[in-house]
């Protein structure tokens, strides 16, 4: 399963991954546009939570890791969409990385590869992306992926909480020949 770029490797979470992952959610920085940051054990139930979408979907939000120079920089991939939205059912991308490799093109070119892994390999028509108003790095990437902002999809997510400065989220939106591998 492991998808390579040219730089890098999305692959299955390994037990190895789960100290970095910790540190990488505990960050106030990496975490800003985040109701808060993620405990270790927060961080483990996701890993696990990634494991099983991966064995249910054939797709999870994978490990992403920079062969020869960094076994674990955050990550990249797939999601089911598990919470009531008027887009809903729907298969976002995302990613989360480490601050030091921030602003080197990692996102979108992970991004770019977990895309065509859902269009080519899964058979999506279509997959989103959401972020808070204010993460203007995520949109640039988003747009770069060839993504579209759908505003008129913009929502409150509902998971968090109202009157919350970040339960506002904005919509992207890619359909498969819209994406250029």
Known sequence: MPITTARLILRPWLDSDRAPFAAMNADPEVMRHFESTLTANQT????????????????????????????????????????????????????????????RGHATEAATAALAYGFENCGLDEIVAITVPGNAASQAVMRRIGMTRDADGDFDHPNVPEGHKLRRHVLYRTKSKNVLF
């Open 44 to 103: 483990d139930a996701a890993i696990a939570r990634y494991r099983q979408s991966q064995a249910e979907n054939g797709f999870c939000f994978w490990a992403v890791e920079i062969p020869g120079q960094a076994p674990f920089i955050g990550l990249v991939g797939l999601g089911r969409i598990g919470f009531d939205a008027p887009f809903a059912p729907a298969v976002e991308v995302g990613w989360r990385l480490a601050q030091p490799w921030w602003g």
